[in-house]
């Protein structure tokens, strides 16, 4: 199953943290990873539970990464560290 980035932005108010929204299109699932300057992932969606979230497409996955990096948490996420 093949992995492809579909975006990579800068989080905002973060120096050095960056969003990766990934996914399978095919497939149609995507997930998001936050990693810090170091490359060290902070939050990868794709880790939670036996499937990941498998968000069906990859704006939403982009909202909820942006809310997470913000402070703004949903149900499902812990808060950024």
């Keep these: 199953m093949s992995e492809t ?3 990579e932005i800068p989080a905002p108010d973060s120096m050095d943290r960056v969003i990766k929204i990934y996914g ?3 497939m149609g699932w995507y997930e998001y990873r936050v990693l810090d300057g170091t490359g060290r992932v902070l939050v990868d969606t794709g880790t939670e539970g036996s499937y ?3 968000y069906g497409q990859p704006e939403v996955a982009l909202r909820d990464a942006l809310m997470w990096c913000t402070g703004f948490v949903d149900g499902y996420s812990q808060a950024m560290p």
């Design 24 to 26: 399978n299109g095919e």
């Design 52 to 54: 990941g979230r498998q």
């Design 5 to 7: 980035t579909i975006y």
